[in-house]
T-cell receptor
């Protein structure tokens, strides 16, 4: 069965610093990959997705992620953190041609310090 | 479009009480989902539906029931509330099956406390 591991339940960065949130998946077939963001007391919102094609995908608010098949990773990055990026981030995987259900990681809470 | 709406936003229940969490979407999505979110545990799928009249269990269905009589609505029923059901519940919907991948749209959540 597919699974998603997010390394680090809490990540703290300074405003203007690089944001790196890690996600690794397990799958025997190429997956579809997603990053969702959850702001305090809100639902989840899609940040970006990888389906096919270019392995570097760009999302909203300056975030991007790179699909690395050899490392089974889909890490999320942003060159310069902003205070408004403080939120919880979830990586999710869907197996192509599978059940069309998403499997979510446990989430990483990002704190941005002034 | 309102997207995915959920009611109520907050609710406190006593042990053994029952309630229905409402979910509606106006995007004509065929798939709908119910998740629960507990601190540090991510989202766990409770039930899902691939269309009106069709539902199936997810990872944590015990203590819950669902129905899907219309495309728009997907209520979640708790029959005998227990403290273990204290959680934040999210409804989501997607148009799955046609485009290959399953981008889900989430409602704002219902925060439920069982005392």
């Amino acid at each position: 069965a597919q699974s998603v591991t997010q390394l680090g339940s809490h990540v703290s960065v300074s405003e203007g610093a690089l944001v790196l949130l890690r996600c690794n998946y397990s799958s025997s077939v190429p997956p579809y990959l997603f990053w969702y963001v959850q702001y305090p007391n809100q639902g989840l919102q899609l940040l970006l997705k990888y389906t096919t094609g270019a392995t570097l995908v760009k999302g909203i608010n300056g975030f991007e992620a790179e699909f690395k098949k050899s490392e089974t990773s889909f890490h999320l990055t942003k060159p310069s953190a902003h205070m408004s990026d403080a939120a919880e981030y979830f990586c999710a995987v869907e197996i192509q041609g599978g059940s069309e259900k998403l499997v979510f990681g446990k989430g990483t809470k990002l704190t941005v310090n002034p | 479009n309102a997207g995915v709406t959920q009611t109520p936003k907050f609710r406190i229940l006593k042990i053994g009480q029952s309630m229905t969490l409402q979910c509606a979407q106006d995007m004509n999505h065929n798939y709908m989902y119910w998740y629960r979110q507990d601190p540090g545990m991510g989202l766990k799928l409770i039930y899902y539906s691939v269309g009106a009249g069709i539902t199936d269990k997810g990872e944590v269905p015990n203590g819950y029931n669902v129905s899907r009589s219309t495309t728009e609505d997907f209520p979640l029923r708790l029959e005998l509330a227990a403290p273990s059901q204290t959680s934040v519940y999210f409804c989501a919907s997607s148009f799955a099956g046609g485009i290959g991948y399953n981008e889900q749209f989430f409602g704002p959540g219902t925060r439920l406390t069982v005392l």
